[in-house]
């Protein structure tokens, strides 16, 4: 009978030990998938922000050709999430490649309503670099070019190359 008991006993704590914690809402995000990417694609430098009503949008950068920036939102805290859109280039045609930053803007700015998401990140080509800047009135479900911050050379990480890297909205 001891033995019986030892066994299933054993049994349960390896079954506690391989079960998967159940995402919780302003939780941590520890094995709480957002997205995986087809396994032909990558992902890279991902960024969150959380808006003024609570929504988390998440995104990152997807190899893929053209490169996007899918855009997810939570509505609870982080327990579940939802694909919106894809952030693309809408300008050079080179795709969004790396490097999103995304924000909301606590006051309105010419046309931009208090509460738009600001998006921006690198689009890149052989011979050139772009910080680009689009809007979303719609927290992130379309989203609108604004404008070039900046441009420079092809990406290359060579001391002294002109390229620009790592758009930040603050």
Request: aromatic share 10%; proline share 8%.
């Amino acid at each position: 009978m001891l033995l019986q008991i030892l066994t299933f006993g054993l049994l349960g704590l390896a079954s506690a030990q391989e079960a998967k914690p159940t995402p919780q809402a302003n939780g941590t995000f520890e094995e709480n998938v957002i997205w995986m990417p087809p396994v032909t694609s990558t992902i890279s430098y991902p960024r969150i922000a959380e808006l003024s009503d609570g929504t988390i949008l998440a995104t990152a950068g997807l190899n893929s050709t053209p490169g996007v920036f899918p855009i997810f939102s939570s509505a609870d805290g982080g327990a579940s999430w939802k694909w919106l859109s894809n952030l693309t280039d809408q300008v050079n045609g080179l795709g969004m490649n790396a490097q999103p930053a995304i924000a909301e803007l606590p006051w309105a700015v010419g046309e931009w309503p208090a509460g738009t998401v600001l998006a921006s990140g690198n689009s890149w080509g052989p011979n050139a670099t772009n910080i680009d800047l689009y809007g979303s009135k719609d927290k992130g479900a379309t989203w609108k070019f604004i404008s070039n911050v900046a441009r420079g050379s092809g990406p290359s990480t060579r001391n002294g190359n002109p390229c620009i890297w790592e758009p930040y909205i603050l």
